[in-house]
């Protein structure tokens, strides 16, 4: 019970394209995992699949315990999800969008209320509670985007590119929120075009034309690749891809 | 001449300050990075510069020619790549590039030499429109089609955002190669690992210049001795490092850790390193 994704011969077609072939693995209660590949290698795919947004053509997943094929529904209610592309909405204050999303994850109304000023408070929000999220620097938008995302306390968090753009040092932030709800015991499932990032987690994977050619901790690889930095063996790795193309 | 030349720019909207008091100047030839956050103003001086918006107060001039007086001769003469992608979508790749050789009085095959090597990645798909193409082809069209008038100056604003390693390695030789070709480039990127490839770099943050120079004499002003501290768990070792008072600062970098010394002592464990660009921005954005 310890394993919160159980991925297995997972495999999504359109037409004759194959965009994920036959990928299989576990990620643990807790873990901060990388999922990382090039452009293309299908990445998307597999998220929007373990999300319960599209089914696999074959193969099957565990999601919180939640069968991706049958039960979409459940595993909605026990995800979290946060992406560059799409956090918060701008045209909302920071409160009305933290109940907003609170309420389609299924919080009730009165602990919507006490969580709110709690989390506020943890993130040293306290005044910015009627600002209209578009007035926030991008690195706090990213902030309450991940809190957001984990509000509702689900098994998992995905995080498709949460740095994209952030400064050096607001990205370090964003990681210590990471690592925090990794300690409580949520999962993290995180993508990230930054190699140094890849470090930060406790295993990765890259993905390469739809397969899974590495997985492993950080150190494993680099003994196992004889490289000195993740960076040189995604390079290694990613440079063979025959599709560079979404 | 200079390629670019700005003098003390400033720029607000609706009273909150984009940029304030930008002064720089580009050679020509030169490959120039702009590296900075989201948010922090390169947007906003790449549209200055491609005479898209006026600034409030200073001056720009690219190729001699002023912002403001000479718009139309530096349209004319400059290539601009938006971040956001902004070819027509429902004109095929061929189409694209022809109209936009055609805005500017030339031919696909006058100036086929300067965009063979990205348009050939291209080419098997010309008759796909844009639209369908993927982020990285959408790339290589959108800089054939900035690079089809062979501008003198090429302006790319954050060409590589959202781009995997690879992908960006390939796209940094591009440049190299069109640089070669006496192309004048300005590039904006938030990746600090990109700087390093520019003949010179402004450091760029809230609307401000933190410093230009090149990436090798910047890492040298770097004020303090840098320690590099290894450890397999990155919470912890933080948690470690912060508790201890001579630890002046103390920031995560892959499977280590850089630290600065409030005193530095004598036969300390700690392993010196070379700063790199992403050390001196965090030193200088505190």
């Known amino acids: ?80 999800y946060m992406s560059q592309r799409f956090s918060l909405y701008e045209d909302l204050k920071v409160w009305e969008n933290i109940k907003l999303f609170a309420g389609i994850y299924g919080m009730k109304k009165k602990d919507i209320a006490i969580k709110t000023d709690i989390l506020l408070e943890e993130l040293g929000f306290e005044s910015q509670k009627e600002t209209l999220v578009s007035a926030l620097p991008l690195g706090w938008k990213q902030k309450l985007a991940f809190s957001v995302a984990i509000f509702h306390n689900p098994k998992v968090v995905f995080l498709d590119e949460p740095t994209g753009g952030v400064d050096p040092v607001v990205r370090r932030q964003f990681w210590e929120l990471i690592y925090k709800t990794a300690e409580k015991g949520i999962t993290v499932f995180v993508t990230t075009h930054y190699m140094d990032e890849a470090e930060y987690c406790d295993r990765i994977s890259i993905m390469v034309d739809g397969r899974i050619e590495a997985l492993d901790t950080p150190r494993a690889l680099k003994e196992k690749f004889s490289s000195d930095s993740i960076d040189d063996i995604f390079y290694q790795l990613a440079r063979n891809a025959k599709r560079k193309e979404d | 001449m200079k390629a670019v030349r700005v003098n003390n720019i400033s720029k607000a909207y609706k009273g909150k300050l984009a940029l304030e008091d930008i002064s720089f100047e580009v050679e020509k030839g030169e490959l120039f ?146 640089q070669k070709q006496g192309i004048t480039i300005v590039v904006s990127t938030p990746y600090m690992d990109e700087a390093n490839l520019c003949n010179r770099i402004a450091l760029i943050n809230n609307g401000e210049f933190l410093d230009i120079d090149s990436p090798q004499n910047l890492i040298k002003k770097f004020p303090k001795k840098l320690y590099s501290v290894e450890g397999d768990n990155m919470p912890k070792l933080l948690k470690t490092l912060r508790a201890n008072d001579n630890i002046e600062t103390c920031f995560s970098f892959g499977d280590c850790c850089h630290i600065t010394l409030n005193n530095e002592t004598k036969d300390n464990d700690y392993k010196e390193i070379q700063p790199s660009i992403e050390d001196y921005f965090i030193r200088l954005s505190k």
Request: proline share 3%; net charge neutral.
């Open chain 1, 1 to 80: 019970m310890d394993e919160v994704i159980v991925v297995r011969n997972l495999t999504k077609r359109f037409g004759a394209f194959t965009a994920v072939d036959d990928i299989s693995f576990e990620v643990k209660k807790g873990e901060i995992f990388g999922f990382l590949g090039a452009n293309g290698a299908g990445k998307t795919t597999v998220i929007r699949m373990l999300c319960g947004l599209s089914k696999p053509s074959s193969g099957n997943a565990l999601v919180g315990g939640f069968d991706i094929r049958h039960q979409s529904e459940k595993i909605k209610a026990n995800i979290g």
């Open chain 2, 33 to 178: 990075g702009i590296i900075g956050p989201d948010g922090a103003g390169k947007t906003t001086l790449f549209r200055i510069m491609t005479t898209l918006i006026l600034a409030d107060e200073g001056e720009a001039k690219v190729d001699d020619y002023d912002v403001v007086k000479d718009y139309k001769l530096i349209r004319e003469r400059v290539g601009y790549m938006p971040g956001r992608f902004s070819l027509y979508q429902d004109l095929t790749v061929i189409e694209n590039l022809d109209f936009f050789a055609s805005l500017f009085n030339t031919t696909v095959e006058e100036n086929y030499d300067l965009i063979k090597d990205i348009y050939k990645q291209i080419e098997p798909f010309k008759d796909r429109r844009a639209g369908a193409l993927s982020g990285g082809m959408k790339q290589k069209l959108a800089l054939s089609c900035a690079l089809i008038h062979k501008p003198s100056v090429l302006f790319l604003d954050e060409p590589t955002t959202g781009v995997d390693p690879v992908s960006r390695k390939e796209f940094w030789h591009m440049l190299k190669n069109l």
